[in-house]
């Protein structure tokens, strides 16, 4: 098993670019997460999906979207980039009351 | 709304040195906990976990923690730390309501020193 898998690992965008950060685990687990993480801060839940074809918010969704149409994949979209959007993302599966599988994480830079 | 607090922002040790990092959560009904480390320049990592039974739980490369009910704690430990350890340790507890959520605190910037 791969576990969780993300792509890119490291993107510089410039202001107003938008781009697609991709996430698949190979475990069959229903449930799946996208978050930031900032020096400091923790993370902060961005979108979440209980499983296929359903999806909502999490803290701080403003600037993200989000599909889930098959379950292994849960792709996060940018439509604008914006500077505070600059951080370290990280997708995570769950099967139930389990602990979460974390991926290597996208460092994102935006300029 | 519910939240965990880490008071301990960042710990410096020397090597053998016993470890305690508190964690605190506001949530009064039952509790799944978790503690995650994560290494300079990687992804979290399950350390241990408590869902229920013995409130001392044992974890991987020596750690425990000890769940106090009522003090809304859970503190992790490590007899003799190694330099090896130096890392972030964050603290999570399930959310209430759906979407099997965690709720992380802030993080514990742990290093160890030769």
């Known amino acids: 098993n791969a576990g969780v898998t993300q792509t890119p690992k490291f993107r510089i965008l410039k202001i107003g670019q938008s781009m697609t950060l991709q996430c698949t685990q190979d475990?069959?687990?229903?449930?799946m997460y996208w978050y930031r993480q900032d020096p400091g801060m923790g993370l902060k839940l961005i979108y979440y999906?209980?499983?296929?074809?359903?999806?909502d918010k999490g803290e701080v969704p403003n600037g993200y979207n989000v599909s889930r149409s098959t379950t292994e994949d849960f792709p996060l979209r940018l439509e604008l980039a914006a500077p505070s959007q600059t951080s370290v993302y990280f997708c995570a599966s769950r099967q139930g009351q389990d602990n979460q599988y974390f991926g290597p994480g996208t460092r994102l830079t935006v300029t | 709304a519910q939240s965990v607090s880490q008071h301990n922002h960042h710990v410096i040790l020397s090597e053998a040195a016993s470890l305690e990092l508190g964690c605190n959560y506001s949530y009064g009904g039952t509790v799944n906990l978790f503690w995650y480390v994560q290494y300079p320049g990687q992804h979290l990592q399950l350390l241990l976990k408590y869902f229920s039974g013995d409130p001392l739980v044992k974890g991987i490369k020596g750690f425990e923690a000890e769940f106090i009910k009522s003090k809304f704690s859970f503190n992790l430990r490590k007899p003799s730390v190694q330099w090896s350890d130096t890392a972030e340790y964050f603290c999570a507890v399930n959310t209430k309501g759906g979407g099997n959520k965690l709720t992380f605190g802030t993080g514990t910037q742990l290093k160890v020193e030769l």
């Open positions: 999906s209980v499983g296929a074809g359903i999806t």
């Open positions: 475990m069959n687990h229903n449930y």
